[in-house]
């Protein structure tokens, strides 16, 4: 270990300092105290600003030199269109063509549909990034081919870095499907409609200078107002702001392999015969095949035995509007919709809530309600026998996804991974995960299709289910199972020197790195 | 003069110190340029409050204590309850139990039913009031009774002094008539409704410590959230924490007067005849007899002439809600109801968008829709022959109004003053207001029922109402005639040496002052 690391609590060796800035190792779970204050914007003045209230700007180029773009700045942008963003390439073409140098792009999330940002990283427009990269950035990234070190928050902790000041956002960028010339904006209308611009509302808040990009102007006042004009400087009209057969998820396809329905079912039985699903529970369930189909298996299992939801958080589908719509809930609290369904919901009925990270996963708060969630059912790419979990690194090292609000779900009451045992022939459980991003003491069910592993620490779990059918195993046994069926545990992959990114805790500090492939 | 004092550029001699603080004189409209960053709450961290969200507290003395009140702390409170607040009392009832000396109350407004503060403020408990003070309370400052200088600002004023840092809330308490116990909470629902919680925005947000008070404990998630639990540390639960009966304003009456009628009708007819009423248009009045009799006449000319507005500003009242309800309006951006049927449209129909000061009001913002607002009607106790008016004493010098949002709606496109020209036999039009709230040069209109007077510096709004059958009149020859009828000008006031009460200019400037009287 090289003098520029130190071992944070769970025995991960992480940079001690990131960029240039000195960084906190992990310390254990609810150990690091914050202090000092939030971060304070400057007081603006409404005599600098148009009082009829049009804020409109030429263009997109126009508005960045209004905005005093400057070699260096840090500029946002959100993931609300995923696959379909047209936004964030557009921002950094034109700073490219403003001639501007070593720009951080801090995006909410970024995707494949952003790969023309490889060419800004490589002529030195852009330095670094912070912020998931899904696909062929982080692909890059795990190259060791972006200069700066790339930095992976949760949703939850992006909010948090932003509020506490650790990053400043010069410009932010907020692409939105509707919008007035004042800079009131929302998701749930127009034809790049998303549904929520939640991702982006930090951004308004603390931002120096932002911006509000949409293809569909309409005149004041822009209901909802998800983003407040009274943040905005400009506004900027795009022919198209984003690819609506995109906007929707890829993700949200429900899975037909016989295992992962298994999986799934299995689950949505541990909730029941644990005694978690009971009226007025709420449930968490994200938008990947098996996390579909467990929320169907959970919608009957609720429907046979009369049980209401208090509360369903989503990333919303059509399957979660359809239990709102069927009275088995009695709220969507929604941080993004994922389909059609989920945007029509959130625009039409008021009991299906849009939320911020601030509402649902802002560790540096006064509570958040993720952690009053009953049970929460996520992913992950590997997980270990101490139940510590990974979910941006494949097994062969490389850095393919982004962390999203999974840490931050952590938080919830149960904890439930459905996993397969084996992917492509390799083993899901594993001694060590190749990259830690959330601690076992936080994860407490594993259901794979040879079983279900309950974390020991939770005896009031392992009572609960005493007697029912599940397949309860020690999690060392499915794991010696998997591993004679491979012929063995996954090999580990072999790594460079260089830290290319790393990986924060919903509370800002380090809790693990990825380093240079091959 | 004395030394302590300064005259601003509207030759107003005010203090130059607030209780010890120093204070800008008004330099003129939009002259005065904020520096520095808005107010910096500390960073909280989720490690501290409940994991399950239950931050119920036994009452409001165990949370004042929690909250570790201490000497010379500033707590506030809101006025949606108008008259029929009961959790003003509650608190200094609460804090004088534990022994608290010299704290100051920074309400939103106060009322004639806190009357009982003025024990607290004989007792040492509260050092002063920073608020509106109207009826009781503003006549016992006025006497020259309260210790510290009273400070009014607008509605607007007080989000800015609170954001930028120069009114710092130690402990909030938000009376809020359905919340849960995580703290989320609106006004929309519950014994106590009152429609929403605006004024109350800026405190949750910056506060060190914030208190919700509710009589309608629901689960999680109380939906709408009009305040964030994010933002909220304790939840109390009392009795009642208002007077359904008193939290309807008193002044939604419909004037009967013939002479105001003419007036109200007068103004609709310039608002048409100027061609303001138009298609698209908006508009605002408030609440008083008059400007109510105005949006019905205005409302029957849009009917008559096929005229859709895109908003109307609230102060809702059953006569906007039918406007709303019947196409006569695109939306309501309402500040507070002051009826049950402002309540219930509200939370009905998403087209009655509840607003905040930081929305509608705050100077120091990035605009605020004030400013475009195309016709304003508002009332005043005197305007002067150069248009500056006076909303706060009167004529008598007394102190017994609140600024309300008027200073900030002077930002809208054409501001009119319907006033009777005689008050108990006063004249209302004078040589020199007795405390100057709003500068002449944002006033157009004054609508009498001796005639209409334009200011001259609108030569637009003369230019378009020229061949009109409307009395349009110099204001000099308005005034020479009422004071013809009246027997002479009014009595100048006599007045103490001792500064009573500041009065705050929008962007946090001192315009004027008030004395002692008798």
């Given at each position: 270990?090289?003098?520029?690391?130190?071992?944070?609590?769970?025995?991960?060796?992480?940079?001690?300092?990131?960029?240039?800035?000195?960084?906190?190792?992990?310390?254990?779970?609810?150990?690091?105290?914050?202090?000092?204050?939030?971060?304070?914007?400057?007081?603006?003045?409404?005599?600098?600003?148009?009082?009829?209230?049009?804020?409109?700007?030429?263009?997109?180029?126009?508005?960045?030199?209004?905005?005093?773009?400057?070699?260096?700045?840090?500029?946002?942008?959100?993931?609300?269109?995923?696959?379909?963003?047209?936004?964030?390439?557009?921002?950094?073409?034109?700073?490219?063509?403003?001639?501007?140098?070593?720009?951080?792009?801090?995006?909410?999330?970024?995707?494949?549909?952003?790969?023309?940002?490889?060419?800004?990283?490589?002529?030195?427009?852009?330095?670094?990034?912070?912020?998931?990269?899904?696909?062929?950035?982080?692909?890059?990234?795990?190259?060791?081919?972006?200069?700066?070190?790339?930095?992976?928050?949760?949703?939850?902790?992006?909010?948090?870095?932003?509020?506490?000041?650790?990053?400043?956002?010069?410009?932010?960028?907020?692409?939105a499907p509707t919008a007035d010339a004042f800079g009131?904006?929302?998701?749930?209308?127009?034809?790049?409609?998303?549904?929520?611009?939640?991702?982006?509302?930090?951004?308004?808040?603390?931002?120096?200078?932002?911006?509000?990009?949409?293809?569909?102007?309409?005149?004041?006042?822009?209901?909802?107002?998800?983003?407040?004009?009274?943040?905005?400087?400009?506004?900027?009209?795009?022919?198209?702001?984003?690819?609506?057969?995109?906007?929707?998820?890829?993700?949200?396809?429900?899975?037909?392999?016989?295992?992962?329905?298994?999986?799934?079912?299995?689950?949505?039985?541990?909730?029941?015969?644990?005694?978690?699903?009971?009226?007025?529970?709420?449930?968490?369930?994200?938008?990947g095949g098996t996390a579909l189909a467990f929320a169907?298996?959970?919608?009957?299992?609720?429907?046979?035995?009369?049980?209401?939801?208090?509360?369903?958080?989503?990333?919303?589908?059509?399957?979660?509007?359809?239990?709102?719509?069927?009275?088995?809930?009695?709220?969507?609290?929604?941080?993004?919709?994922?389909?059609?369904?989920?945007?029509?919901?959130?625009?039409?009925?008021?009991?299906?809530?849009?939320?911020?990270?601030?509402?649902?996963?802002?560790?540096?708060?006064?509570?958040?309600?993720?952690?009053?969630?009953?049970?929460?059912?996520?992913?992950?790419?590997?997980?270990?026998?101490?139940?510590?979990?990974?979910?941006?690194?494949?097994?062969?090292?490389?850095?393919?996804?982004?962390?999203?609000?999974?840490?931050?779900?952590?938080?919830?009451?149960?904890?439930?991974?459905?996993?397969?045992?084996?992917?492509?022939?390799?083993?899901?459980?594993?001694?060590?995960?190749?990259?830690?991003?959330?601690?076992?003491?936080?994860?407490?069910?594993?259901?794979?299709?040879?079983?279900?592993?309950?974390?020991?620490?939770?005896?009031?779990?392992?009572?609960?289910?005493?007697?029912?059918?599940?397949?309860?195993?020690?999690?060392?046994?499915?794991?010696?199972?998997?591993?004679?069926?491979?012929?063995?545990?996954?090999?580990?992959?072999?790594?460079?020197?260089?830290?290319?990114?790393?990986?924060?805790?919903?509370?800002?500090?380090?809790?693990?790195?990825?380093?240079?492939?091959?």
């Amino acid at each position: 270990m090289s003098l520029n690391h130190v071992h944070n609590s769970l025995g991960r060796a992480v940079p001690a300092q990131i960029n240039g800035q000195p960084a906190v190792p992990f310390q254990g779970l609810g150990k690091y105290k914050p202090a000092g204050e939030k971060a304070a914007p400057p007081v603006r003045t409404c005599a600098d600003y148009p009082a009829d209230g049009n804020k409109v700007a030429a263009d997109l180029a126009t508005a960045l030199k209004n905005a005093g773009l400057r070699d260096g700045m840090t500029l946002s942008t959100h993931h609300h269109f995923r696959n379909g963003d047209k936004v964030g390439n557009a921002v950094f073409e034109a700073a490219a063509a403003l001639g501007a140098k070593e720009l951080r792009w801090f995006p909410s999330a970024s995707f494949p549909c952003h790969a023309p940002i490889l060419e800004h990283l490589e002529n030195h427009v852009i330095h670094h990034i912070e912020g998931s990269m899904n696909g062929p950035l982080g692909d890059y990234c795990s190259q060791g081919k972006m200069r700066g070190m790339g930095v992976l928050r949760s949703h939850g902790g992006r909010w948090q870095a932003v509020q506490d000041g650790e990053v400043h956002i010069d410009i932010a960028v907020i692409a939105a499907p509707t919008a007035d010339a004042f800079g009131n904006c929302n998701g749930v209308t127009g034809p790049s409609a998303c549904g929520l611009l939640g991702f982006a509302l930090v951004d308004s808040i603390y931002a120096d200078h932002v911006i509000v990009v949409t293809d569909n102007l309409i005149p004041f006042p822009c209901i909802p107002w998800q983003i407040q004009g009274n943040n905005v400087d400009q506004v900027v009209v795009m022919d198209s702001i984003g690819d609506p057969s995109k906007i929707v998820s890829g993700t949200t396809q429900l899975t037909r392999s016989p295992d992962r329905l298994l999986i799934a079912e299995m689950t949505a039985r541990f909730v029941r015969e644990a005694g978690i699903m009971q009226d007025g529970f709420s449930f968490q369930a994200g938008a990947g095949g098996t996390a579909l189909a467990f929320a169907i298996y959970l919608k009957e299992m609720m429907r046979e035995s009369g049980v209401k939801a208090r509360f369903i958080r989503g990333g919303s589908t059509k399957y979660l509007v359809q239990m709102l719509e069927e009275g088995l809930t009695d709220y969507i609290l929604d941080g993004q919709t994922f389909d059609l369904d989920g945007v029509r919901s959130m625009r039409d009925n008021p009991n299906h809530q849009d939320t911020s990270p601030f509402t649902s996963y802002n560790y540096h708060g006064k509570g958040c309600f993720a952690s009053f969630i009953d049970a929460v059912v996520l992913g992950a790419t590997e997980v270990d026998v101490d139940f510590n979990a990974n979910v941006v690194t494949h097994s062969d090292g490389r850095l393919l996804h982004g962390i999203g609000g999974w840490q931050n779900c952590l938080a919830g009451r149960c904890v439930i991974l459905p996993i397969p045992a084996v992917r492509d022939r390799i083993p899901v459980i594993v001694d060590r995960v190749t990259t830690l991003c959330g601690p076992g003491e936080l994860i407490d069910v594993i259901v794979t299709e040879r079983g279900i592993a309950i974390n020991p620490r939770r005896s009031d779990l392992i009572d609960a289910v005493k007697g029912s059918k599940l397949p309860i195993r020690p999690i060392q046994d499915i794991k010696a199972e998997i591993d004679a069926m491979c012929g063995g545990p996954p090999a580990v992959p072999k790594f460079g020197e260089k830290v290319v990114a790393a990986i924060k805790w919903v509370d800002g500090t380090v809790i693990d790195c990825v380093r240079q492939v091959g």
